[in-house]
Nanobody
């Protein structure tokens, strides 16, 4: 069984910073891409940032220059450093990872965290 557990959300004023963490645990053989998604009020879930196992990153245009994704492969953890936060960044943030286990014989499957609320006040 694989679990992704996020932490670090909260309430912050516009212009402030937060750092999200997501740790994967369980019967993990390998983790390929990891990423963060978000879903704002009455909005569809959208991609925020991704990072490959080799460290290549990609960002949504709306967060470029403000957010930084990173990962610690030894800890099976991905981070999202969010700076210069805006009210429109308010959303539930979800961690995603493509993970293979001993049972999947090298094939990866997507796993999701439970989500963490980020609220940015104006």
């Amino acid at each position: 069984q694989v679990q992704l557990v996020e932490s670090g959300g909260g309430l912050v004023q516009a212009g402030g910073s937060l750092r999200l963490s997501c740790a994967a645990s369980g019967s993990i053989s390998s983790i390929n891409a990891m990423g963060w998604y978000r879903q704002g009020p009455a909005k569809q879930r959208e991609l925020v940032a991704t990072i490959t196992s080799g460290g290549r990153t990609d960002y949504a245009d709306s967060v470029k220059g403000r957010f930084t994704i990173s990962r610690d492969n030894a800890k099976n953890t991905v981070y999202l450093q969010m700076n210069s936060l805006k009210p429109e960044d308010t959303a539930v943030y979800y961690c995603n990872a493509r993970i293979s286990t001993a049972q999947t014989l090298g094939r990866t499957y997507p796993y999701w965290g439970q989500g963490t609320q980020v609220t940015v006040s104006s």
